[in-house]
């Protein structure tokens, strides 16, 4: 925690008497409930800007609390008086709405470490707004095609009734070629799922897929281990990253999740940040954290080509992507969002602490189904 | 859909709805008693639950930690009585309002500042996890049994307090005229006190309980907050048979609304659209309840004041 504010701190203060060239605007979730995707995000991406040695960039970090009209007041400042060339840090995909549209038309770029909903994707992209994480589906099209492989034929879906729960959903059924016992949303921040695992129980479903990120997800399995339910769980990565395995516990061990980052993914770019996450921060680090420090380095690398001054030439290195990324190698897609591998991991434990072990590919790479519709 | 998920469909609205009276008891006792709307009722859930993490996690024992949710909760609500609200129960309710979210902020940051952004571990005990098999083929954790009884036990022994005891007498007359028992000696700001952490404690034992079977983050306790204000004003303020009548009552039409709506919908809607829509009308179902009971009672089913 102190070691976090330091960084964080020197971050700030560093940036005070130099006038940095480059200013780079981070509005993340830093309170409240979600804030550990922030925390995360933010110290990947503060680990990788310290690591480049670099002084001449300036990162102003703000909490937008998980709210979009805080979110909103914090982006028109630092437009506006904080004058940012490059901004990025969102997390959830309806503060990101209401945030990059209105960024990217007054000339900012906008590098997203995590929210990627489908409206940014297609007909709404942008120039200047670059996906760095996945879009909102790819995820979730993975679980599908994992459950196919693995001969699931009957599935009971669920996810919050929000547009990232239904872009769960329609991602999951994109690629799932089995039948449905059932389909259900449930509230946003709802915490008992007695209701949900009742009926999962009496579908006859063989498998369950969900999308419950944060504190959904911990609350669903704790009372899905314990209703006795044995049917196997398939889910994205939102609910078995490193920050929630540990309050979820053995409940969710063996369970298959997808995600396009794991801790053991096999380069020497993801190895140094594992072992220099862990050193710096004193924890595993999550796919936020990998999704951050990607972010960072691939701003950084475009900071070599040319200055975000030259938007064409800034644009365009952004683009070629030239950086080291902890996924391997890294190549954005028309619509500027990721083209890449999506794995299946399964949480397993070693020694005291839960984590998740590569499995293998479950879609290779993937690029999102909307970027036909992006005419840019 | 068969009798069992049925019957199941109403344990788990009972479950709900009793965990939910453990916060809306203390919640309405102080507002009946102090006239107090004290928005950081769910922070002690929260201070409870993280209390009986903390414990769990180095002692490995449920029961201490439970203690210790009780413990816990109750002192930091006699703290913030003493330091803060003491100062507001002559003032206006938006003053109230706004020093009780204030302490919100500051306990979620407190906790933060303590325990970290990541949510903490709290798991059932293993003597009481998993499901059992009761009459009639129904599967069925014990967990939530227990949370039952648990709370039926509490229930019981509120009334017991209120009807049966000195201070429970001295609680029932603050709430009526707190002049009149001031001038018949009663130490009116001890009793505000104890009636607070006794709120607080109640606050924290629901937070430690429901802790086990959700996720134990800084929070928790407003999504909860909201739905107690619902019960209390369903129940009539100040009351507890309101509370508990009130509590089950949204418990139950909160599980079998979100079960039984979508499946209404389903009959003359595809499955998708359905779905949607019948979600989005149960979790406006508790509002709708309110609305009605508001309707035919002004001051809740068991409300004495306008």
């Known amino acids: ?376 | 859909m068969s009798t069992i998920l049925i019957i199941e469909q109403i344990l788990n609205g009972l479950q709900s709805g009793i965990m939910l009276f453990l916060m809306a008891a203390g919640l309405t006792l102080i507002f009946g008693v102090m006239g107090l709307i004290n928005l950081a009722h769910g922070s002690l859930y929260m201070v409870g639950a993280f209390a009986a993490a903390a414990v769990a996690g180095a002692t490995g024992s449920f029961l201490l930690a439970l203690v210790a949710a009780l413990a816990a909760a109750a002192l930091a609500g006699a703290i913030v009585e003493m330091v803060v609200i003491r100062r507001l129960y002559k003032a206006p309710h938006l003053d109230q309002v706004l020093a009780t979210f204030a302490l919100i902020l500051i306990f979620s940051e407190g906790t933060r500042w303590i325990f970290g952004s990541f949510p903490l571990f709290l798991d059932v005990p293993s003597y009481l996890s998993g499901p059992i098999r009761l009459p009639g083929g129904i599967q069925y954790p014990l967990y939530r049994l227990v949370l039952i009884g648990v709370g039926l036990s509490v229930a019981i022994g509120l009334w017991w307090l209120t009807a049966r005891t000195r201070i429970g007498i001295q609680i029932r007359a603050g709430e009526n005229d707190r002049e009149m028992i001031a001038a018949l000696g009663v130490d009116i700001s001890k009793l505000y006190t104890i009636v607070f952490a006794l709120g607080a404690a109640l606050a924290g034992l629901a937070g430690a309980l429901v802790g086990a079977i959700q996720s134990v983050q800084v929070g928790m306790g407003e999504p909860v907050l909201i739905l107690a204000f619902v019960v209390i004003v369903i129940g009539g303020i100040g009351s507890i048979k309101g509370a508990f009548i009130g509590a089950i009552l949204v418990g139950l039409t909160d599980t079998l609304g979100g079960i039984f709506l979508p499946q209404l919908f389903k009959l003359f809607m595809e499955t998708g659209a359905a779905t949607q829509t019948g979600s989005a009308l149960a979790s406006m179902a508790v509002y709708v309840l309110m609305s009605l009971v508001l309707i035919w009672r002004p001051t809740g089913l068991f409300g004495a004041r306008a």
Request: charged share 20%; with cysteine.
């Open chain 1, 1 to 376: 925690m102190k070691k976090v504010l330091v960084a964080a701190l020197a971050a700030t203060a560093l940036a005070g008497p130099v006038v940095a060239d480059t200013k780079i605007g981070m509005i993340t979730t830093l309170s409240g409930g979600g804030a550990g995707l922030g925390i995360d995000v933010r110290d990947g991406f503060m680990l990788a800007i310290s690591q480049s040695g670099r002084d001449d960039v300036e990162v102003v970090i703000e909490d937008d609390q998980r709210k979009p009209d805080i979110a909103v007041q914090l982006s028109d400042k630092m437009i506006q008086s904080e004058k940012v060339d490059i901004m990025t840090g969102i997390i959830w995909s309806n503060l990101a709405m209401a945030v990059v549209p209105a960024a990217t038309a007054q000339g900012v770029f906008y590098l997203s470490p995590n929210a990627g909903p489908s409206a940014l994707a297609g007909q709404g992209c942008h120039p200047n707004y670059f996906n760095v994480a996945w879009q909102n589906d790819n995820l979730h099209e993975a679980a599908g095609a994992y459950a196919n492989s693995a001969g699931y034929g009957n599935s009971f879906i669920l996810a919050p009734n929000y547009p990232a729960g239904k872009d769960a959903l329609t991602g999951y059924k994109r690629f799932f070629e089995g039948e449905l016992a059932g389909e259900l949303y449930t509230e946003l921040g709802q915490t008992d799922y007695a209701a949900e695992i009742a009926q999962i129980r009496a579908s006859g479903a063989d498998s369950v897929f969900f999308f419950l990120p944060g504190g959904m997800g911990i609350s669903f399995l704790k009372q899905y281990a314990d209703s006795g339910v044995d049917l196997p769980v398939v889910g994205p990565a939102f609910s078995f990253d490193q920050g929630i395995l540990q309050a979820v516990g053995g409940a969710a061990l063996g369970v298959v999740n997808t995600s396009q980052w794991n801790k053991d993914l096999d380069n020497a770019t993801n190895a140094a940040f594992v072992e220099s996450f862990q050193a710096e921060y004193g924890r595993l680090p999550s796919l936020y954290a990998s999704q951050g420090f990607d972010t960072a380095n691939l701003i950084l690398s475009a900071l070599d080509v040319a200055s975000p001054d030259d938007a064409d030439a800034f644009r365009e290195a952004l683009r070629a992507a030239d950086f080291d990324s902890t996924r391997g190698d890294f190549v954005f897609g028309p619509n500027h969002h990721p083209i890449q591998t999506i794995y299946a991991r399964e949480v397993v434990q070693e020694g005291d602490v839960f984590t998740n072990k590569l499995l293998g590919a479950a879609l290779e790479n993937h690029a999102d189904a909307y970027a036909g519709d992006c005419k840019m």
